[in-house]
């Protein structure tokens, strides 16, 4: 049985929960309408729908927050063209659905050259995808060299502290994940992280804290090893 977007609506509202949505505007949701959809439920309607990309863009479509979050998703990583992707992150408005997105941005077969130009952006969220994308490459994509993340290495150097807010957070984050990838891009990221130093980003009324690169690399590698 085909489930479709009405339906889909209907079970997060009645799923939702007034904390939730508390807890959710806390951490910054834009959309005017959220439910407040528990990360449980939503991956039980993630898991019950697998993937539908013609109900991931009309969940997109509705602008409430929980239903954008399951079109990220849900959505097909093969069917998603440039269009789609320029459309979706001009949507962006919080870092909650700017991290859905990048997850699905980065698994598609555009993620290197849709990264390279969003990390150029001077919009916060668009800016924040691009580097979240390239951190997801560095954990995920093994057919790209070494020499492909190096560059990016001395950007985050020059450009992190001069960055905004969310997108100095996803740059540092990029940097860790760059680290843990080899042992060549390890030292070069524990030496860039050095030079950077201390990465100060408003987490706003929440318990979220900066992770420091130095260290979260250094247990990367002892996982690894281990």
Known sequence: MMVTCAV???EMEALGTEQNRKIYRRHGAASPEVFGLSYAHLGKLQKKVRVDHELA???WATGNHDARV???RIADPKQTDRALLDQWVHDLGDYILTDAFSEHAGKTALAAEM???WIESDEEWIGSTGWNVLGLLALKDN???DSFFE???ALIERDLHHAKNRVRYAMNNALIAIGGRSESLKSQAMQAARHIGVVTVDHGETGC???DAT???EKMWARKKA
């Open 8 to 10: 889909l609506m209907a």
């Open 57 to 59: 863009k009309q969940l």
């Open 70 to 72: 399951l079109a990220a």
């Open 115 to 117: 990264m390279a130009q």
């Open 143 to 145: 057919s790209l060299p």
């Open 151 to 153: 560059p990016y290495l």
């Open 209 to 211: 804290k900066t992770p």
């Open 215 to 217: 260290s979260y690399i």
